[in-house]
């Protein structure tokens, strides 16, 4: 598959997307409803509006943004780790976003005061991970980063668990619980601002880098001696990735799996350079859990968690991988 | 001021603790430097230190006269071309984009491949005759493609120091002769080479000259046939060795036993 070619699938589930759901919005429709909103003609259909502009759309934005960000970030990790079964939980991120999330569910705040400790939460793991790795020297320093990621990722956990246990059990456990399942039922054009901004300013540092990034597959000394700042390139690299898982993981909650399973199926579609890798796994994130979460919202009568659903995809392609990438990760 | 690579004085390690001590020698352009050591010597720290990935303790590595020690890495690996004993590559990269990779020094962070080192691409991969492999996975070439593939990414590089890391371990014999001749070849075109192996006869095959690294000291810079002989076979490695002469020129070391 080209680049091309995954630009039209995704197109392709977006309008899918667009159309299904308890109004649907055929293609016709969605047409005139764009061309007056174009021409600045005043609104005949105003539910489809509503629907297109203020309920689906942002949540259609939101659904491949949040995959985008998932993906390029693993993309970016797995590269940087020279490990391609590494993902956006390696540096704790995830867990560190989701204790800042559950404490600000317990404490009451409003949403985007949710986001913001997520995000919190997100960076501190991260920093925590990466200031223990600079404390422990004289071993091997990508396994002290990624043990550190595992330790502080698993303390993280029990913070969440303990907020859990002393959560209300009427109303905010439920809430704690629904968000750590991740879903993006309730994501809305405000949303759409916060994971916007981080995941585009990410993505900068990731483009601009991408050919010192084959470099980096190659381990710290070669890519030492072919002339690249090593230190440099994977500050700048892991700070971007954990930006945008942050923000990510901030709107949508837990969403597993994608950051690990999408980059891989994009290496094996398009090669590992990073030229190419980058923008396939942001095409491939984004349609995948924009798929995802469609399904999610509308193969039952309640909404299903989109973690779920992630996971009972994730795995057998995982293990397929596994199977038959014993060899070299090809 | 000397042509090439001259390190003097040099005391090498980890963590300021020494492991070779006020090592000194020269390699001019031409000249093919092989560095003699048993396992645990000292070579690959060494080796590391003239590369700039380890930092020297003391003493100064210069090239062409110029001390080495303020340059960042993209100023190093213009001047060192490095082909460690295996790529450590995982990714199944094309040949070509893993030749292609030797060229990130030449031009600034941010920008992509040039036309120029495409063109420098296709003369390295030529100059080694492997230009058939070019599009084959990286992952999927034999050893010895591999080898090759990987000192036509150091030369790449347009260096003009190329560091070979035993590069003809885990080799078969038709590879070990092959790589050779290329080291011999590209010391023709005036590069200047230092390699390491651990098969002595082979410095008799294309050194110039002979470095004997002992518990991290150099005891003996000198042309293969006065720094190959019984005594010093037997100090390096601790066994009794033999030295056969075949004819005028070739020559084997033998243990005796």
Redesign the interface.
Known sequence: MSLGGASLLLLAIAALALALGAYPVTPPLLATVLWSKLRGLPETNTAAATVIFAIRGPRILGAMLVGAALSSAGAAYQGLFRNPLVSPDILGVSSGSALGAVAGIFLGLPVAGIEATAFIGGLFAVLAVYGIAAAVRGRDPLLVLVLSGVVIGALMGSGVALLKFLADPENQLPAITFWLLGSLASFDRGDLLVVTVPVVVALLPMILLRWQLDVMTLGDEEASALGVNVRLVRASVVAAATLMTAAAVAVSGIVGWIGLVVPHIARLTIGPGFARLLPMATLLGAGFLLLVDTAARTLGTIELPLGVLTAVVGTPVFLLLLARGGRGWS | MDRGLAVSGLSFG??RRAVGRDASFTVAPGAVLCLLSANGGGKTTLF?TI???LPPIAGTIAIDGEDTAPW???????A?G?V?QS????????VR?MVL??R??HRS?????TAADHEATGRALESLGIAHLAER?W??ISGGERQLALIA?ALA?EPQVLVLDEPTANLDFGNQARVLQHTRNLAAQGLAILFSTHHPEQAFACATEVALLHRGALVQIAAPERAITSETMSLLYGIDVEIVSFGASTKACVPRG
């Not at chain 2, 960042?72 to 213009?78: D, N, P, V």
């Not at chain 2, 962070?109 to 491949?113: Q, V």
């Open positions: 980890y963590h590391k590369l700039g990935l960042q890495a993209r100023r190093r690996a213009r060192f490095y460690p790529g450590a590559g995982q990714f199944p990269f094309t984009e990779m030797g990130a020094a962070a941010f920008a992509a491949p996975d992952l999927r990414r590089q």
